[in-house]
């Protein structure tokens, strides 16, 4: 079986969500009742692939909201009693979605491997992180031409260069895609010169110097709800592909010649008889999810019961190969330029 742990976008949209299943106490509870909730199991589903493989999953809501980001001691607990209800239910491998894998990293959870009586097996988790990384690379390889970008000549932005995601896009489109110039961008600075020295090139650039001189900007990075960014600065065409977390650069920007991408989203090649993307709001919420959950599923269907994707920065081009085959051979393809062209006229 194969779990996903989740969690609404806002408080708002959780507690709307929480009547819409039938948790009215919770729902019209305030932000410390909700920190107080336990994790739900909201939904079982049956996912079959191409060749007929069917297995089984859940999705776990950790009820952990963005808002709560800022309560440490409550953000540790939220993830840990989601990942422990996982593991009490069974589930061979579970996808820490959101902010899930982050508030992991950021708050270095290995070091709270007890909860209650249960001690966690890392190896039944998975960040989704190699997916995620390699479907943003593929997005780019195949929407960039589209615009009339060809990548040997491009210049590619990495926005988040130096984080776990990030680091995995510039090791690929520096040593497979081959693009013209990768530049890398991060707040601080001791890391960007160690990837460079790694990726044995790029340029380090502030985020105002590599905008304007970027032809494709990938974003793998949450960046601050104030960030401002002037599209006519930016060039044309100009490719953006939307990697973080919540996914909101199409809200910031307008004009014919930047096109934005929701990065790290998949799309199945069946409909899934589930509601929890409609959470998410995904434009086709039967078929189209984050590509760290589809891990999970692409681990259980391939009986690779691993924590694929653990840690920082250890993604290799290997396993970046291993999930790509495995995500092709089991019926997901990459959201892309069109797909998305077409929703929006729908
Ligand atoms: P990491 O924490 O490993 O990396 C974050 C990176 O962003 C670091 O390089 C960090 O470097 C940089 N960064 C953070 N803030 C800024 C800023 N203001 N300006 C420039 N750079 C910044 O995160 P992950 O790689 O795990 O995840 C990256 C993003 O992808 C997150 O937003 C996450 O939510 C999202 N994500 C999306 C998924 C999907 O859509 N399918 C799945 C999983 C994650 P520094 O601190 O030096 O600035």
Not at 311 to 330: C, H, P, Q, V, Y
């Amino acid at each position: 079986m194969f779990g996903l742990i989740g969690h609404s976008t806002s408080f708002i949209d959780a507690r709307r969500k929480a009547l819409e299943l039938g948790y009215d106490h919770i729902a019209e509870g305030d932000l410390d009742v909700w920190c107080s909730a336990p994790p739900q199991l909201v939904e079982h589903v049956e996912v079959k692939n191409p060749s007929g493989k069917i297995i089984q999953g859940a999705y776990i809501d950790s009820c952990f909201v963005p808002e709560m980001l800022g309560r440490f001691k409550t953000a540790r607990r939220k993830v840990l009693n989601a990942m422990e209800l996982a593991q009490k239910k069974g589930i061979n491998i579970t996808a820490l979605g959101g902010f899930t894998s982050i508030i992991f990293e950021n708050f270095n959870l290995l070091q709270h491997q007890h909860v209650r009586r249960t001690t966690l097996e890392w190896e039944r988790f998975t960040t989704g992180n190699t997916h995620t990384a390699w479907v943003i690379c593929r997005q780019l390889e195949i929407n960039a031409p589209k615009l009339g970008i060809a990548l040997n000549k491009a210049k590619v932005a990495v926005v988040g260069a130096t984080g776990d995601i990030g680091s995995a896009v510039c090791r690929w489109l520096s040593a497979r895609t081959g693009v013209a110039e990768l530049l890398l961008v991060a707040r601080q600075q001791e890391p960007l010169v160690e990837l460079q020295k790694e990726l044995k090139g790029g340029k380090i650039h502030t985020l105002e110097e590599a905008l304007p001189e970027a032809d494709v900007i990938v974003w793998v990075a949450s960046m601050p709800r104030t960030l401002e960014i002037d599209s006519k600065k930016l060039r044309n065409p100009c490719l953006m592909i939307d990697g973080g977390y919540p996914k909101n650069l199409d809200t910031k920007l307008s004009g014919s010649g930047v096109h934005v991408l929701k990065g790290g989203i998949v799309e199945f090649f069946a409909d899934i008889g589930w509601s929890m993307m409609e959470l998410a709001e995904m434009d086709k919420p039967q078929r189209e999810m984050f590509a760290c959950f589809a891990e999970a599923m692409l681990l259980e269907f391939e009986n690779c019961h691993t924590n694929f994707s653990w840690g920082r920065n250890n993604i290799t081009l290997e396993k970046m190969d291993f999930i790509g085959e495995a995500s092709i051979r089991n019926g997901f393809s990459t959201l892309n330029l069109k797909s998305q062209l077409q929703a929006a006229a729908a």
